[in-house]
């Protein structure tokens, strides 16, 4: 079984202020690791993915996330934010070979103020 | 181009009525899933299907039933519902079931059973 944990359940920030959410993973085989975002009201939209390769993945809207096996963690960052990025973001994650079922964590709202 | 559609957006249903809560996606995609969001817990998976024909049980199964007839179609039906389905319910398709593909999501239902 996989679980993911955001430890943080808000998180916030000033405008033009770097941001980092916590997202940490536990699972006994490989895994595939993303992070979606949802806006009010909305659906969730993918912002970035982590599969193999380069641990550094670039999203969209300048997010970023750095994949660290040893720590299990895959936390999501960007150095300037803006009232836009106000939303909850969920860290989520799959197993290799498995019928894309996705485990969720229980999400972390960013609020960004003047 | 569409995407995933659900219907109806809002619903308020008394205990122990049934209803059905609709899917669509244009995508030609062969996996399909349900999720219900309830604060602090994030997303969690009711149903899944990988295709016309088949589906399975996710993490929180009981009181749902759901049915895949064809590619486009994935509904949910509520068999008699109860006030601890109060929730928002969210669709996704994905293309393959290898678990290393966006999964694009509905906006989400918003049932209230009282």
């Known amino acids: 079984a996989q679980s993911v944990t955001q430890l943080d359940s808000q998180v916030p920030v000033f405008e033009e202020a770097p941001v980092e959410l916590r997202c940490n993973y536990s699972?006994?085989?490989?895994?595939?690791l993303f992070w979606y975002v949802q806006y009010p009201n909305q659906g969730l939209q993918l912002l970035l993915k982590?599969?193999?390769?380069?641990?550094l993945v670039k999203g969209i809207n300048g997010f970023e996330a750095e994949f660290n096996k040893s720590q299990t963690s895959f936390h999501l960052r960007k150095p300037s934010v803006h009232i836009s990025d106000t939303a909850e973001y969920f860290c989520?994650?799959?197993?290799?070979?498995?019928?894309?079922?996705?485990?969720f964590g229980t999400g972390t709202r960013l609020q960004v103020t003047l | 181009n569409a995407g995933v559609t659900q219907t109806p957006k809002f619903q308020v249903l008394k205990t122990g009525q049934s209803m059905t809560l609709q899917c669509a996606q244009d995508?030609?995609?062969?996996?399909m899933s349900w999720y219900r969001q309830d604060p602090g817990m994030g997303l969690r998976l009711i149903h899944y299907?990988?295709?016309?024909?088949?589906?399975d049980q996710g993490e929180v199964p009981n009181g749902y039933n759901v049915s895949r007839s064809t590619t486009e179609d994935f509904p949910l039906r509520l068999l008699s519902a109860a006030p601890s389905q109060t929730s928002v319910y969210f669709c996704?398709?994905?293309?393959?079931?290898?678990?290393?593909?966006?999964?694009?999501f509905g906006q989400g239902t918003r049932l209230t059973v009282v």
């Open positions: 989520a994650a799959s197993h290799t070979g498995t019928a894309s079922k996705l485990t």
């Open positions: 699972s006994s085989v490989s895994v595939y």
């Open positions: 982590y599969l193999s390769g380069s641990t």
């Open positions: 995508m030609n995609h062969e996996y």
């Open positions: 299907s990988v295709g016309a024909g088949i589906t």
């Open positions: 996704a398709s994905q293309s393959g079931g290898s678990g290393n593909t966006e999964a694009f």
